[in-house]
């Protein structure tokens, strides 16, 4: 090997030795997840056809078919006569709710804005007047109150429903902003800095060590 090639080595190593002493201090140091958005993942809760439906702490990510089972629970769709309906719990007052297009709820489209500005039914029992669009795949915005600090917090539901009578329906997931502060549909925490460099010094290891393969 040239002595070129050897101090060029030599540099390599001595970087990848750095981010391998890097590796250990993040891969060990606890996660840290963007502190104002909570996001689901992908859950494709089913929503039952029957008058008892889903109901939803979204705080929590607890589910039941009964209200009793989820205290704080804040959303309960479920299927009406004809169509899939929604129930809306309001335990703190009436500050949670489903944004609204005129007397339907509103069908959002990725990147749309939830916030103070938008407007939201807040009764209790929204199932007699209004019901979610047959045949949809997009976002619900939502209000609501958050079960462990009693504030009110903005969020969006993936919803999709097919059929002429809205089912079967699918909550495929979800996410709110526990600051108070709007939320874009669809947006979910950014990966936390000392995740990222986690994975990128992990990965200086396993070239590290492949290298050393190389060598012997």
């Known amino acids: 090997m040239s002595p070129r090639n050897q101090k060029l080595n ?8 750095a981010y391998a002493t890097l590796a250990g201090v993040a891969l060990a140091a606890p996660a840290v997840s963007k502190a104002d958005i909570v996001y689901s993942g992908v859950v494709n809760y089913s929503v039952p ?8 702490n979204f705080v929590t990510g607890q589910t ?24 809306w719990n309001t335990p703190a007052g009436p500050n949670g709710g489903l944004s609204l297009d005129t007397t339907t709820y509103a069908v959002l489209p990725p990147n749309t804005m939830v916030g103070p500005g938008n407007t939201y039914i807040t009764n209790t029992n929204a199932a007699a007047t209004v019901g979610w669009q047959a045949g949809a795949d997009a976002y619900l915005g939502i209000r609501l109150v958050n079960s ?8 969006w539901v993936h919803f999709n429903t097919t059929g002429t009578t809205g089912f079967p329906a699918t909550i495929v997931e979800y996410a709110f902003e526990n600051t108070g502060n709007s939320i ?4 979910v925490p950014e990966p936390s800095t000392t995740a990222l460099l986690g994975v990128m010094a992990a990965g200086a ?6 290298r050393k393969r190389k060598a012997a």
Not at 10 to 17: N, P, S
Not at 148 to 155: D, I, K, S, W, Y
Not at 184 to 187: A, D, I, N, R
Not at 205 to 210: E, F, N, Q, S
Request: cysteine-free.
């Open 148 to 155: 462990q600090t009693l504030a009110t917090n903005f969020g």
């Open 64 to 87: 039941g078919t009964a209200a009793g089972d989820v205290p704080g629970w804040n959303w309960n769709p479920y299927g009406g006569a004809t169509s899939l309906q929604f129930n």
């Open 205 to 210: 290891l396993g070239v590290r060590a492949w």
């Open 10 to 17: 030599a540099h390599i190593d001595a970087r990848l030795a």
């Open 49 to 56: 056809n029957n008058f008892a439906g889903i109901y939803i």
């Open 184 to 187: 874009l549909t669809g947006q």
